[in-house]
């Protein structure tokens, strides 16, 4: 059997199930797969999930395509193991009179048509399997590329990308546990202190001072800073580390795409990031108010208030239960997003942890630079918002927006304290002038 439409055939496709099994599944149906082969499928429009698809099987399917049009946009093509209205049969053939015949099914729309056809098509493949393939005529890709716009359920394909590449050779072969494990550990460690050294930098230009956001009050001291580091690196150790080693069977379970390629496109993966903020900084909120209440705070969330005003390298300076409780918020997101979607790759939530660590230590920092986020962001709470939560140890208890701190009435005391401010420069601004 060539190919069927029975569920067996490629079931995992659109489930969880490891590129590899695909790949072998794939190499044991089609021994003689040659590079030519070309497959069409549709993708229904609720789903099939592409990415779980194998990087392989892709390419020699590009290559195929290359090859009979010249093209490096091809159709992309799997089986829906549960055939719907309007949903995907599959083809393989170099016959344009073939795929012809399956676009006739397909818009036909009616079953037994298409099963005819389909029929038709795996029988006269299987005779011409032993003979040589065929040319197409390139007209197929003039009638691939219409009806993919008018079906609007086909992806194009373009070739890998050279990050996606690497990402399979790093999984290649080796336990895809601790290659996530590792991955996640190590973006976390270089991005949190990479993110600190420009605030580091800045503490030893004076002319950057009048920047600092507390004139008064100055804590970023060598001894201080060594300090804070110190904790927090064996925090990341002993800590967050045992945390990261958890992530890897929980991802799985909740159906994150972990090594497979290709990545899902940027504006998907703008999308999810955009929605973690949003339900982080939710989940933050009501968790860190939570957190300033008294005995709660007393034994938690005092150590992260040690600093009044606070910088860089502090952003993760806080009570093991703490990491816990917060970071729930953080991983919380994708894990959620991938339990109701089922749509969720490894790059993105990596992607989502990368931006949020810039925007913890930035809000930590102590600088309200002119091309600070919040400057050019509206809606941002960045340092300037942060900080004020560390030096008056109430309001602003949000992480990355500013709205819930407006909607729930938490920023009261922050605007009259803006206020004051504002009018006391006002006032120093006359001073000069007179
Ligand atoms: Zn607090
Ligand atoms: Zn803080």
């Known amino acids: 059997m060539l190919y069927s439409n029975q569920p067996t055939n490629f079931s995992g496709t659109t489930g969880k199930q490891p590129a590899s099994r695909i790949q072998e599944q794939y190499r044991q149906q089609h021994p003689k797969a040659e590079a030519r082969t070309t497959f069409l499928v549709f993708l229904s429009s609720h789903h099939v999930l592409w ?8 390419q020699g399917r590009c290559f195929a395509l290359e090859n009979i049009f010249g093209s490096q946009k091809a159709t992309v093509t799997l089986q829906h193991p549960t055939p719907t209205r309007g949903s995907l049969f599959f083809v393989s053939s170099t016959s344009w009179i073939h795929s012809a015949g399956f676009y006739f099914a397909f818009w036909c729309g009616k079953r037994r048509a298409r099963q005819e056809v389909l029929d038709l098509i795996t029988s006269q493949h299987q005779q011409q399997q032993q003979q040589q393939q065929q040319q197409s005529h390139p007209l197929l890709l003039v009638i691939h590329m219409i009806l993919s716009f008018l079906s609007n359920t086909t992806v194009p394909y373009t070739a890998p990308s050279y990050i996606e590449t690497q990402w399979q050779s790093l999984f290649e072969g080796r336990n895809e546990a601790l290659v996530t494990l590792a991955l996640m550990f190590v973006t976390h460690e270089i991005i949190y ?8 930098i800045a503490d030893q230009m004076p002319s950057l001072q009048k920047y600092k956001i507390q004139q008064k009050t100055i804590q970023n001291t060598a001894q201080n800073q060594w300090k804070v580091f110190r904790y927090v690196l064996i925090s990341h150790f002993f800590f967050e580390l045992p945390m990261i080693i958890g992530f890897h069977p929980i991802a799985v379970y909740f159906g994150m795409a972990i090594s497979s390629v290709p990545f899902p496109p940027l504006s998907k993966m703008a999308m999810q990031v955009f929605a973690f903020f949003v339900f982080e900084d939710f989940f933050h909120y009501w968790a860190h108010r939570g957190l300033h209440y008294g005995p709660f705070y007393k034994h938690i969330h005092k150590l992260h208030h040690e600093w009044s005003a606070p910088f860089g390298v502090a952003a993760e300076y806080a009570h093991p239960v703490e990491v816990l409780i917060l970071g729930t918020g953080t991983i919380g997101g994708p894990l959620l997003w991938c339990w109701f979607s089922g749509d969720l790759h490894l790059i993105t939530t990596l992607t989502w942890i990368t931006l949020r660590l810039f925007q913890a230590v930035e809000a930590h920092s102590g600088y309200d630079f002119p091309w600070s986020t919040h400057n050019w962001l509206p809606g941002w709470s960045g340092a300037e918002h942060h900080d004020y939560h560390h030096m008056a140890f109430t309001n ?10 407006h909607i729930f009435g938490t920023n009261k005391k922050y605007l009259a304290y803006k206020e004051r401010k504002a009018a006391e420069h006002k006032a120093v601004e006359a001073k000069k002038v007179k």
Do not use: E, V
């Open 193 to 200: 202190f990479a993110r600190c050294i420009p605030y580091l």
């Open 51 to 58: 990415d779980q698809s194998d990087f392989r099987f892709q």
């Open 396 to 405: 602003n208890f949000s992480t990355s927006f500013r709205w819930w701190d």
